[in-house]
């Protein structure tokens, strides 16, 4: 393995699934391609219209994401003895994370997922169960902590 495909989405749990790849890429010596996907939402309204933000707000959305994940990156270049590199996606974030993985040859995908209830996960779904259905490669995943 020389490519691992770490998905970020800047909490907690996403710093757990950092950490494990790290460790993974340092006995293997891989590289490590840190992903943040983020929606450009819109918003649809019973009588059938929608709102689509304007060409600034989405903007903004994505100097907010890039600014967030350059952060993520810095913190974690400090140690030196790992390569790291950054991708920001815009769109729906179990397609992007799979089709990236497939642009750059990853060995494998590090994600991490949320300890939510039946119900929770059966309204909001999870990004991390339909990476690990969509994934050609391997996908590792990274239990964060029990909610409160």
């Not at 009588?47 to 993520?72: F, K």
């Not at 270049?77 to 040859?105: F, H, K, N, Q, T």
Request: aromatic share 2%; net charge negative.
């Amino acid at each position: 393995m020389k490519t691992l495909l770490l998905a970020h989405d800047f909490d907690e749990t996403s710093e757990l699934a950092l950490d494990t790849a790290i460790e993974l890429a340092r006995k293997l010596s891989a590289k490590i391609v840190v992903a943040h996907v983020y929606s450009v939402p819109v918003y649809s309204f019973p009588e059938g219209s929608s709102l689509i933000p304007s060409a600034e707000d989405a903007a903004r959305l994505a100097d907010a994401a890039q600014r967030s994940l350059d952060q993520v990156l810095e913190r974690r270049r400090a140690a030196g003895d790992v390569e790291l590199s950054g991708v920001l996606r815009a769109g729906v974030p179990d397609e992007e994370i799979c089709r990236l993985a497939d642009e750059i040859g990853a060995d494998m995908i590090v994600i991490g997922t949320h300890r939510r209830g039946a119900v929770a996960r059966a309204l909001l779904g999870s990004v991390a169960q339909r990476v690990v259905r969509a994934a050609k490669v391997p996908v590792l995943t990274i239990r964060g902590p029990q909610p409160v």
